[in-house]
């Protein structure tokens, strides 16, 4: 990955985002955020146990939850669970 990394104050919704994943699976942590420029999205690197998972969300999305709340927070959930819940996603990482 090529894209640079970003703190959590840097990205739109980040507390959001924690809190769903944490509602889905509590044992899954961000440990790393990146910014795409040239699809605008935002990349997260989740780890439980030893796998990680790369997803990407839309910073329109996490732009429209600071104002739609139900609709976008509706669509953030969908997102997470299609990533977190596809076994596909989430690949051992290398001791």
Do not use: H
Not at 57 to 84: C, H, R, V
Request: aromatic content about 10%.
């Amino acid at each position: 990955m090529d894209d640079p990394l970003v703190t959590e104050d840097r990205v739109p919704s980040y507390e959001k985002v924690k809190e769903k994943i944490g509602q889905i699976d509590n044992t899954i942590i961000i440990i790393r955020t990146f910014y795409n420029f040239d699809n605008l999205t935002y990349r997260f690197q989740l780890i439980k146990k030893e796998k990680m998972c790369v997803m990407e969300i839309p910073k329109g999305l996490l732009d429209d939850l600071k104002n739609d709340g139900s609709s976008a927070e509706q669509e953030l959930t969908d997102i997470l669970k299609l990533y977190i819940e596809n076994s596909d996603c989430w690949t051992y990482v290398a001791r």
